[in-house]
């Protein structure tokens, strides 16, 4: 798996999509040093949605940009390995954004250096408060209000995003809407995390666990960049099939498969300490509004003055703590569906739980030369660590976990590799439950003895069923 589809060492800086020298040339181009880095995510799921950042230092070899470092300010930053057959620098890209500031530093051998920051396309999202669309409610009725959108609203998403450059999405989201007040100016971001519920098989439940991202993990220029989410869940079995432990959804051997990484691949300090989530929540509590008749040029109003808790845990730590999520969600009189008493919290309460008593993985490096590729993009994943040191010493460290920010660095003086991903880890909730029994496993027919098993250490802790040798 450490060999397996590996990055391409080589970096290629675009500027508005033009390939900058790899080395200084006497031309009029800019030139990128390394190293750099690409910050990303959050700390925790509920957080607020932010922005990929990239710092990146630029010689400027012919002085263009070095009379006022505004020059620079709103150009595209485009940074791509070295594919070598992408159809546009965009496709698989590591990073894709604006430049927001620029410092202008000493010269370097006479030659002015510019200290680039440069933000991804949710930079845009959060900046952008024109006034936000209202669809399938009556002009008089909107007046006041922004992203008030009823009824079928994908059209009107996706030609809001289209005039900030995002192609695609996918944002699951079923609400009965509370729009905001225009004067708030808010942005699609605002909307987007508030958008808190989703109805499955004709049930609404209360989502907390997924973390929205900006991909270009697509050969289809027409579908990048995509807003999309991802939810922070591990819903694959593993199967004990006679000497091997396989993904129930494929087949994939483990030590092959990309989901499941080999912990003598992962870089730790040498003497790593686990340490308890930062917040200890007891209670959860969904912050709705009602709608009232309105006054003067608003026909309506909405209140946010509804509130909806529920006990997650029994036991305190340092007293009482509530995790407050303010929801776009109204309840009307005249539609019961609306009541929040009927939402199901019980995905949401599983996240809160899951944080509350899993023990926190100290800082992981993932390294270009160890790992593949999909562990070192600035995107949330969902992964298992086979064979933990701290699989028999620690058991509130045992399951899969959803790496939801990081930095990613390209240093060309790493002579390993030139990419280093320290990553942030957060517990994900395994969906998937049950271990094999002693009897389930005398009662396997298989001729395979232990001396041809492959099995890692403590690999056997995150098998889920019983399956039929291959």
């Not at 040339?25 to 880095?37: E, R």
């Not at 666990?209 to 990048?224: E, W």
């Not at 942030?424 to 496993?441: D, I, S, Y």
Request: glycine share 6%; aromatic share 12%; charged share 20%.
């Amino acid at each position: 798996m450490s060999s397996a589809n590996p990055l391409p060492e080589t970096c290629h800086v675009y500027l508005d999509l033009s390939p900058l020298p790899l080395q200084s040339d006497d031309s009029a181009d800019l030139v990128a040093l390394s190293p750099f880095t690409i910050t990303w995510g959050v700390s925790n799921p509920w957080d607020d949605i932010t922005p990929n950042v990239l710092k990146i230092t630029l010689i400027d070899q012919a002085d263009r940009f070095s009379k006022s470092g505004d020059l620079l300010m709103g150009h595209r930053l485009t940074i791509s390995p070295d594919w070598g057959n992408t159809a546009t620098p965009v496709n698989f890209c590591l990073f894709d954004g604006y430049v927001t500031d620029v410092q202008i530093l000493d010269h370097d051998g006479g030659r002015n250096r510019l200290s680039v920051t440069a933000s991804d396309r949710i930079y845009i999202l959060k900046t952008d408060c024109r006034q936000g669309p209202n669809t399938n409610t009556t002009a008089n009725m909107a007046r006041g209000w922004q992203w008030w959108m009823q009824g079928q609203t994908s059209e009107t998403v996706q030609k809001w995003l289209y005039y900030d450059g995002v192609q695609n999405y996918w944002w699951p989201w079923s609400i009965f809407p509370t729009p905001f007040s225009a004067e708030q100016r808010k942005s699609f971001i605002d909307w987007a995390q508030s958008c808190r519920t989703r109805q499955v098989n004709s049930k609404y439940q209360f989502e907390i666990d997924r973390t929205a991202y900006i991909s270009y993990q697509s050969a289809d220029p027409k579908k990048i960049p995509s807003f999309e989410a991802l939810y922070l869940r591990w819903t694959i079995d593993t199967v004990l099939t006679g000497p091997r432990i396989r993904t129930g959804d494929d087949n994939t051997d483990i030590g092959v498969d990309s989901r499941y990484a080999d912990a003598g691949d992962v870089i730790i300090d040498p003497e790593p300490s686990l340490s308890a989530a930062d917040e200890y929540y007891t209670q959860l509590e969904f912050k709705y509004s009602h709608r009232g008749n309105g006054s003067g040029y608003k026909t309506v109003e909405f209140n946010q003055d509804g509130s909806r808790s529920v006990q997650v845990e029994q036991s305190a730590r340092e007293g009482d703590t509530c995790l407050s999520i303010e929801a776009n969600w109204t309840q009307y009189d005249n539609q019961a569906d609306s009541d929040p008493g009927k939402i199901d919290f019980t995905l949401a309460m599983n996240t809160i739980r899951e944080s509350n008593r899993r023990l926190r993985l100290p800082e992981v490096t993932f390294r270009g030369d160890r790992l593949n590729q999909l562990f070192m993009y600035c995107r949330p994943t969902v992964m298992v660590f086979i064979g933990s040191k701290f699989e028999r010493s620690a058991p509130a460290a045992y399951g899969p976990w959803a790496k939801i920010g990081g930095t990613l660095t390209y240093d060309v003086t790493n002579r390993k590799s030139h990419w280093t991903h320290k990553a942030r880890l957060f517990p994900a909730v395994n969906t998937k439950t049950g271990t094999p029994t002693c009897a389930q496993m005398k009662a396997m027919t298989s001729t395979a003895t232990f001396a041809d098993c492959n099995w890692k250490l403590g690999a056997l802790r995150y098998v889920s069923k019983i399956g039929e040798e291959p």
